[in-house]
């Protein structure tokens, strides 16, 4: 256990960010799950909007540091690609 005043907190507000951040990975996930639901299910216009919603929290989540910004780009590419071949 830390005795220092500065390194308790700095347990305490390691602790929020951990919490935090894993409420966020898990948000992108169920995202990704459901826009996965929609294009097995054949509904182009849901995964369409859908599909706007997570590529903005997967730059939200890039900026903040939660994932690389590269992993960003390659999940967008990979679900555009996908709700693409669904709107043909």
């Known amino acids: 256990m830390a005795n220092l005043k500065s390194a308790k907190k700095s347990i305490k507000q390691d602790k929020k960010k951990r919490l935090h951040n ?3 990975a898990s948000e ?4 990704v799950k459901k826009l996965n639901a929609l294009i097995d299910s054949n509904e182009a216009d849901k995964a369409v909007e859908m599909l706007s919603t997570l ?4 730059d939200k989540a ?3 540091g939660l994932i690389k910004r590269h992993n960003a780009d390659r999940r967008k590419s990979r679900l555009a690609t ?7």
Do not use: C, D, R, Y
């Open 55 to 58: 590529t903005s929290k997967l």
């Open 62 to 64: 890039a900026k903040k």
């Open 82 to 88: 996908k709700v693409a071949e669904l709107k043909k």
């Open 28 to 31: 992108l996930k169920t995202f």
């Open 22 to 24: 894993a409420a966020i």
